[in-house]
């Protein structure tokens, strides 16, 4: 009777661990949620290092930019290192309307053999009620010196269209495919000035060797000051089905003002306009190996 009672207690037990396990990822469509998984996704990996974490928060076709895009599951399984050394907290966030994904960004410190300084940037997607990590990567910089705003954008509204096939979800993703040609084509006749048709007031840009550039003027000095021409290679385009907002990820070819030439991996987040073109809200690059 004992024996049987204890099986109950170790099994309730079990069962509230799993339940809050799924209750740390839980997706309601808000912003608030979304940073809710990305901060619980830190403490597993504080706790229990960084296998563990990644295989309980990253979905199935999850990337990692180990500088290269690769499997999450596959990295963190086989050679990832298995760390509790790194810790981070977002500071910017956005869900789309449609609630079915989002994106956090923000500071991120290493205390390995020697501390690293640099910015994390997530990609999360719901899947049946839970947050689940899509794509992570970073770019790295000196110890931090400006001040930090934290900002938490929630939806303005929510709206999943119902019944949405795969054919429509393509359609839509090839407007956002046509809008990043188009930029591409301009970055080719006019250089980096190109940019400023295409990216938001409030544009966040993440460089290695820098700490965030936040707005447009800030983006454009920055583009103007060090780049000629940048080539976009676009690998993957996924449409929020509320039409909100897309993210792109892709090669990047800088050619530098210093006649050098270097590769990045490059994540774009588009956000649709009230004209109905998409804007640059995000740019992450991060250098590719090849």
Not at 153 to 164: A, S
Request: aromatic fraction near 12%; charge should be positive; proline fraction near 4%.
């Amino acid at each position: 009777m004992k024996h049987s009672k204890m099986n109950k207690i170790l099994c309730t037990l079990v069962a509230a661990s799993m339940s809050m396990a799924g209750y740390a990822q839980k997706s309601d469509g808000t912003t608030k949620s979304l940073v809710k998984a990305e901060l619980d996704f830190a403490e597993k990996l504080a706790k229990t290092g960084a296998k563990t974490a990644y295989a309980t928060y990253a979905a199935n076709d999850a990337l990692v930019f180990r500088p290269n895009p690769v499997s999450a599951k596959t990295y963190y399984a086989t050679k990832g290192e298995d760390t509790k050394d790194i810790s981070w907290k977002p500071v910017y966030a956005r869900v789309s309307r449609s609630g079915d994904w989002g994106f956090t960004t923000g500071p991120y410190v290493y205390s390995g053999q020697q501390t690293t300084y640099g910015q994390y940037f997530s990609v999360w997607k719901a899947v049946d009620g839970k947050w689940e990590l899509m794509l992570d990567l970073g770019t790295e910089h000196n110890k931090p010196l400006n001040k930090v705003t934290t900002e938490f954008i929630e939806p303005k509204d929510h709206y999943k269209p119902q019944l949405l096939n795969d054919k429509q979800r393509e359609a839509g993703a090839s407007i956002v495919a046509t809008t990043e040609s188009t930029l591409n084509a301009t970055l080719k006749s006019y250089g980096v000035s190109a940019f400023a048709g295409f990216i938001n007031p409030d544009v966040r840009i993440l460089f290695p060797g820098y700490e965030p550039i936040l707005g447009k003027d800030k983006a454009m000095a920055f583009f103007n000051s060090m780049m000629s021409k940048v080539n976009l290679k676009t690998t993957k385009v996924n449409k929020a089905d509320g039409g909100d907002l897309a993210y792109t990820y892709g090669l990047a070819a800088v050619d530098y003002k210093a006649e050098l030439r270097e590769s990045f991996n490059y994540v774009f987040v588009y956000e649709r306009q009230a004209d109905h073109n998409w804007n640059l809200i995000a740019m992450v690059f991060t250098p590719a190996e090849r």
